[in-house]
């Protein structure tokens, strides 16, 4: 029997299984995670030698994904997953793949030189890294496949753990490119990597390409009762789709063909959109489905005291989720807030409860858990929130603010406007940081007036306060690369 935990829904402590300590697959992933440990340490022996370089290039990556995460996390349903299974798959990506791939890929390169004739080799070269990085990152979706047993319940659930693979593994390929740059150098070599891999070019690399294989082998899974050569189709078109993006993005079209000017950015940029269009396809899909699915559950629970139509139909859609939390949060405050997260997150969980299992033993433990976060929103004098469509001037002038930065800096550094010297790097920290801060005062601005009033403000102004505090963190970034070049 599996060792048994107690995770709280709401206000209430639910009991659900932890780790699966007898099954085979947790002792070999584990074992894999400390042989790719060791594999990334060797791969790397001057990171002792440039502490500064590979401290600067942890932080920012660090910071880079937990952007990412927020958005992958912010995009899936209001669900919460175990601990141990998402750090098991940022660990596989992170580690596994790795080290693996940094080795295969050397081995790969041995084997065509000694076995096809040069020129040939000039053009399979290219195809290397496709195809053993997505093959391994396929084998540790596999691996949370197996982890997960009965909790992975369709593709949103392999989605959201192929993204995380392809998270660790794009965030630590990102220190590792930029330790080879940063060696014999100083820390701002570190800066520039993360200013050309994390927001100029690959934002959109193997977290998206991930992503789809996951979903694929979701799918998979959740359909047993589909022919096996459907089944097998759906995941071999998946890591088709994945492979092809990898290598469309290695060759010649992306980064092999990159020269640093004008033109290559913009075609740089164009296959990041080409790499999201089949995630985002993907996920909307999957999204879809999950969400009708926990739909169903709802309306067939048929509990007011649960969730009524309008919040069922709130659950599906991250744009919608957001507009009902800002909402609390412009009436209520922060506590509103993640007051109405753990209501989104308990409505979840008795939908897909009573979806999967009807007569579930749990399903009162999370009713319970519902009415209770109701129960904090009726003290906090916050009654059923009704989402609120359209904008207004003053919304759409502060979005517009807030979009400057991150594509203002694009196009400046398409234009070669934006070089590692004092004075482009000093016109930009300031720029970005001007603009950032004008995103916020229109924002908190608008909050202000809104409570004074007692109404809820133009959901555009949220959205514009976060692009206003990623626009900060922006200008940090170019900020200490200022000081950098000043006192080198």
Known sequence: MRAGRVVTVGTLAVARPGLPWRLPALWMTAALVLGGLVLVAAGHPHAVASPAVLGVAVVLFALHGLLLWRVVHGLDLPVRRPAWLRATALAWGGLVAIGVAGYANSWVSAALVKSVPPELAVHLTPLRAPTVEESVKLLGVVTLVLLAGRRLSGPLDGLFYGALVGLGFQE????????????????????????????????????????????????????RDRPWPARLGVVAAAFGCSWTLHA????????AGLHHGT???????????????PAALVTWLALRGEARRCARGLAALADAAVAVDAEIAVLGSPVRRFRIRWEAYVLGGRASARAV?????????????????????????????????????????????????????????????????????????????????????????????????????????????????????????????????????????????LLMLVFA
Do not use: M
């Open 248 to 255: 469309l993005w290695n060759s010649r079209l992306g980064v």
């Open 263 to 277: 033109s290559e950015l913009l075609r740089l940029a164009g296959l990041n959109l080409l790499g999201l269009a």
């Open 172 to 223: 630590l390929e990102n220190v590792h490119y930029a330790l080879a740059a940063g060696h014999h150098h100083t820390a701002l070599a570190a800066l520039g990597s993360f200013l050309g891999r994390g927001v100029l070019t690959g934002w959109a690399t193997h977290v998206a390409w991930t992503a789809v294989v996951g979903a694929g082998l979701g799918w998979a899974v959740q359909h």
């Open 341 to 481: 997260r753990r209501l989104h997150r308990a409505q979840t969980a008795v939908g897909l409860s009573v979806a999967d299992a009807p007569g579930s033993a749990e399903l009162a433990g999370l009713r319970a858990a519902v009415v209770a976060v109701r129960g904090q929103l009726a003290a906090a004098r916050l009654g059923p929130l009704e989402e609120r469509r359209g904008g207004t001037v003053g919304g759409e002038v502060a979005l517009a603010v807030g979009l400057v930065a991150p594509v203002g800096l694009w196009v400046a550094s398409a234009l070669g406007l934006v070089a590692l010297k004092v004075p482009a790097t000093s016109v930009t920290a300031g720029g970005l940081a001007v603009v950032g801060v004008a995103a916020l005062l229109l924002a908190g601005r608008a909050v202000c007036a809104a409570r004074r009033a007692g109404a809820v403000a133009d959901v555009r102004y949220g959205i514009a306060g976060l692009l206003g505090v990623v626009t900060l963190v922006l200008a940090a970034v170019f900020g200490g690369q």
